[in-house]
């Protein structure tokens, strides 16, 4: 990755490997009402988030998501707008990210615009394991007026209070599980995105050949 001009008014070292960039998510992108809006516009619906295998379990996690992604010739062009500005206003902090670790993230997974309602949450969780690979995580906050739903990493007993404008990035390993502690008011939303060095473990082949040994192993 080449250097980037920074986009951040600050950046924070909270633990070795999580760092968090103030004001990257700047609030002119206006993400969330242009998501709002473009669902609404094409009578579209927020999914029921889904963990593991596709699988709901509102007990362990309980929110709504809408992934995006960039693919060129898509008839909706408006969704490659909003992935590209979120796409370069992250870009130049996972730059840095990646520049002081010494790696290189050639793979960014669909960003998952993720909202959360009073009560909802998602448990302690690891964004790389038996049913996802990946190396780098990123979750942004584009939004406030909202209270509880901070960021805990239960390992390592850091709890975070997001402001409007954050991106945290930290390592996607078992080590740094993290929570997405309950909304006591308002609507929460996050944009959440995995890295990876490469897309060896996100391809088709790769998902059909793991869904045939799951399959395999529970007979």
């Not at 939303?189 to 793991?210: G, Q």
Request: aromatic share 16%.
């Amino acid at each position: 990755m080449n250097d980037l001009k920074p986009n951040w008014s600050e950046k924070e070292h909270l633990f070795p490997g999580i760092w968090v960039y103030r004001d990257v998510i700047k609030k002119e992108l206006n993400i969330i009402d242009r998501i709002e809006d473009y669902i609404d516009k094409y009578n579209l619906q927020w999914q029921e988030a889904m963990v593991g295998y596709k699988q709901k379990m509102p007990e362990y996690r309980d929110c709504f998501d809408f992934k995006i992604r960039k693919l060129e010739g898509r008839p909706l062009e408006v969704v490659d707008d909003i992935w590209q500005d979120a796409y370069d206003a992250q870009l130049p902090a996972v730059t840095d990210y990646c520049k002081m670790y010494n790696i290189e993230m050639n793979y960014w997974e669909a960003m998952n615009i993720v909202k959360y309602g009073p009560g909802q949450h998602f448990q302690e969780h690891a964004d790389h394991g038996f049913s996802y690979s990946a190396t780098v995580s990123l979750v942004g906050y584009p939004n406030s007026g909202y209270s509880g739903g901070g960021l805990y990493f239960p390992k390592l007993d850091i709890k975070i209070e997001p402001e409007a404008g954050d991106l945290y990035i930290f390592p996607s390993s078992y080590l740094f599980s993290h929570v997405a502690l309950p909304v006591e008011s308002g609507t929460k939303y996050s944009i959440v995105t995995m890295l990876d060095y490469n897309d060896h473990a996100h391809n088709k082949e790769y998902y059909s050949l793991r869904d045939r040994l799951m399959n395999k192993n529970n007979v």
